[in-house]
C-alpha cells in the first residue's frame, strides 16, 4: 500500500548514537519518493514524549547501517544492511520539491541498469512498509 501523499510523515533518527534529527516527509507520487526537510534536535527521547502528547503513533522502528558512495555526481549509491530483512542497494538523488519525480525515477531505474541489478530484483517500497508486512507475517 502507497502512502497517502496528503499525510505528513514525522521521523526521528539518530546518527552514529551522537545526533538526533526530526524530519517531515511526504510522498509525492509513491513510497519511495517523498518531500523532505530535518532539523537537528537536542533530545530525541523528550521529543518522542512531545509528539506521543500530540497522538502521533510509532509506525516503524527500524536499525538500518548504511555505507555510502556515488554513482554520478547527482546519485548516491547506498548499501543498507536492515536487520532482520537484509541488506539492500538504494539510490538517492536530492531535488528541489518541484522537480518531476518521474523524470528524478528515470534516472535512478537507468543507473540501476548500469549497476546491473535485475528488474525483478528491485522493491518499490521502503524500509518501513517492508518491516511492518514482516512483522505481520510473524516473522519477528
Known amino acids: 500500500k502507497e502512502k497517502d501523499p496528503s499525510v505528513n510523515w514525522l521521523r526521528i533518527r539518530t546518527q552514529d548514537n551522537e ?45 538500518k547501517v548504511r555505507r555510502t558512495g556515488r554513482v554520478s555526481e547527482t546519485i548516491e549509491v547506498c548499501l543498507d544492511e536492515v536487520p532482520p530483512l537484509g541488506v539492500f542497494i538504494e539510490l538517492e538523488m536530492l ?16 543507473a540501476l541498469d548500469t549497476l546491473g541489478i535485475a528488474y525483478a530484483e528491485r522493491i518499490s517500497h521502503g524500509y518501513d512498509v517492508l518491516m511492518n508486512a514482516h512483522i505481520a507475517a510473524g516473522k519477528v
Not at 44 to 53: A, H, I, K, S, T
Not at 97 to 110: F, K, N, P
Open 19 to 63: 545526533t538526533t534529527y526530526l524530519t517531515l516527509k511526504r510522498s509525492v507520487q509513491g513510497d519511495l519518493d517523498s518531500i523532505e526537510h530535518e532539523t537537528i534536535v537536542s533530545d530525541g527521547n523528550e521529543l518522542d514524549v512531545m509528539l506521543r502528547y500530540m497522538g502521533y503513533e510509532v509506525y516503524s522502528d527500524i536499525i
Open 95 to 110: 531535488c528541489n520539491d518541484d522537480v518531476d519525480g518521474r523524470s528524478v525515477e528515470a534516472e535512478l531505474y537507468q
